[in-house]
């Protein structure tokens, strides 16, 4: 198993465990062992997926809920029901399992906690090896780094640039562009245009790169402390051992 992204993970994976390993970034349902969901509030789910794409009309989606959500298998509703085909929700719901893991999984210092015998309600569709979730975990990762490594535009509001005179841009990226209004963030819109969060992070780091989108400064380290007597200096009448005190800090410092 591919090291550095949840010890946790690897244990699990090795016991067959089934449950719910909840993050702080986001929750890995697990089956035998194996991945058969993942969510994220930085993540648009399946149903976003489905639904803004025009797919699925929201009101099939709330209805395999409704239905079938008790049960824990509204995915398998959808393709019985005639709403989508085997192979749209496998690929759909797969897209939306690496997308949320790739959250859930992000560096963390809060606590890891595994809940054993929790399903989610969606239900199995295809389950994944851990293995391939932390490897292609740590691919995206070095994949953002590899366009423009200032991952501070991954929470900023997205605010474009004008392009310089000539500079092609994309039908896709345009849309981004068209809805980022300078407050919205990159988690918002892929909400918004229904697009999975990572391919919307990639693209903004891509036209951040390109100057479309701006970069945030990154904040300067705070200013060492200075010392509380350093202000007695100030006085009108300064006490001479005050001073030799004041230059023996700075030479010690240099």
Known sequence: MTAGVSPMLTRLAAEKATGALLRDHGTLYLVDGRVVHAESPSSPGVDVLLTAAGRL????????VDRAGALGAVGRFLVDSGRLHDGELEICHLG???DAAFFALAPTTGPTRFRYGVGHWFGSVRPVDTEAVERETLRRRELLDSVWPYPAVDTAPVVPRPAAPGQPVGARHRALLAAADGVRTPAE??????RPAFHTLLDVRRLASAGLVETPHEAPPPAPAVPAWVGEVATPDPDIALLRRLRDALEAAL
Do not use: I
């Open 189 to 194: 819109l892929a909400r918004l245009l229904g």
């Open 57 to 64: 009309p929201r009101e099939g989606w709330d209805e395999a």
């Open 96 to 98: 939306a399992v690496f």
